[in-house]
């Protein structure tokens, strides 16, 4: 996805495999960007004789999309020891722990100056 996302212009299955350097067939590549276009991830358009694929979202939007998914299901099952595993992971990261705590006190005032209206 990275390299559809940083190209100027939908790549062919030829592209991307020239972009993704390492040992992969072709025939993976292809079917991988042809599944990704049947789950309406990539848009994939006829050109000549092969197709060319670029991403449906921005990235930023695909992310938050997915994420937001992610991170629901696992509360939802499992409650407070995904936050508390989440929250563990972040504390190996001084900044990124920081960012959480900046983040939940921002939500907080959100949260209370709606109330107040």
């Known amino acids: 996805m990275n390299i ?3 190209a100027e212009k939908p790549l062919k299955p030829q592209e991307v495999l020239g972009k993704l350097g390492g040992d992969h067939a072709y025939t ?8 990704m ?3 309406k991830i ?5 050109c000549g004789k092969a197709f060319e694929y670029c991403p449906c979202l921005e990235k930023e939007v695909f992310v938050k999309k997915n994420l937001s998914a992610i ?4 509360v939802n099952d499992f ?3 995904a936050i508390s595993q989440f929250v563990d992971e972040l504390k190996n990261n001084k900044g ?7 983040y939940v006190e921002d939500s907080t005032k959100s949260n209370e100056s ?3 209206k």
Do not use: F, H, P
Request: net charge positive; hydrophobic share 40%; charged share 35%.
């Open 4 to 6: 559809l996302w940083e």
């Open 79 to 81: 409650g407070g020891l």
């Open 114 to 116: 709606s109330k107040t």
């Open 37 to 39: 276009a049947d789950k």
């Open 28 to 35: 993976t590549i292809m079917t991988v960007l042809k599944r």
């Open 96 to 102: 990124d722990l920081e960012l959480l705590k900046q």
């Open 42 to 46: 990539l848009k994939r358009e006829m």
């Open 71 to 74: 991170y629901g299901n696992l």
